[in-house]
Structure formats: structure tokens, C-alpha cells
């Protein structure tokens, strides 16, 4: 059963940077999304990445300061973010995707336990 691991999470000044890694044991990365959990809200997409790199997308909420990658070398897909503020505080969690919208959190399985990012103001 896949299972997939985050990592990267901790504690940030506002403008500062992190890079959260999402690892399926045992198998290789597919397409791949990131999601976050902010406290008291909904869950929100966040970015997607395609199994071969391309395409990605990126929320409106993050365009310009998060970016996502693969990196096959390491079997891991990657969220780079820069630029963070207090409302990028969250639980962020990755997980497939299979098909349909992107940004619907329905189209994703194999979820990991999450990672919390906190971004002091």
C-alpha cells in the first residue's frame, strides 16, 4: 500500500523560506499535489506537479512565491516556498492525483500525515 511521507515543516519568520519533501514509500512518484490545512479553515490546493515535471500549477493564493518540482534522483516531490507570510500557516499535506480538477482535494489519494509550517509575524 503506498504510502506517502512529508517533511520540511517547522517554524518561520515572515519572509522567510522552507522547502517541504513529499516520498511514497516503496514506489515511484506519480502526479503528485500539495494541499494545506489552515487552523480553522477549509483544506486548500496549494500546487500539482505532473509525473514528468511538466505542467504545474500553483494556487492564486501562492503564485510567484511557491513553486513545486520532482526530483527523480531522490523519488520525492518537492514545494519550495518563499516570501511566507502568517496566512501560510497550515498543515501541508501531499497525495496522488488521479483525475478530474486539480484543485479538488477528491481527486487525490494516498494522503501523508501532513507537516506543520508556522510563520511567525
Known amino acids: 500500500q503506498l504510502q506517502l511521507v512529508e517533511s520540511g515543516g517547522g517554524l518561520v519568520q515572515a519572509g522567510g523560506y522552507l522547502r517541504l519533501s513529499c516520498t511514497p514509500s516503496?514506489?515511484?512518484?506519480?502526479?503528485a499535489g500539495w494541499f494545506r490545512h489552515p487552523p480553522g479553515k477549509e483544506r486548500e490546493f496549494v500546487a500539482q506537479v505532473h509525473w514528468s515535471g511538466s505542467p504545474a500549477y500553483n494556487a492564486n493564493s501562492v503564485k510567484g512565491r511557491f513553486g513545486i518540482s520532482r526530483d527523480n534522483a531522490e523519488n520525492s516531490v518537492s514545494l519550495q516556498m518563499i516570501s511566507m507570510k502568517p496566512a501560510d500557516t497550515a498543515v501541508y499535506s501531499c497525495a496522488i492525483y488521479t483525475d478530474g480538477n486539480v484543485e479538488d482535494a477528491i481527486n487525490y489519494w494516498g494522503w501523508g500525515k501532513g507537516t506543520l509550517v508556522t510563520v511567525s509575524s
Open positions: 516503496g514506489r515511484a512518484v506519480r502526479t
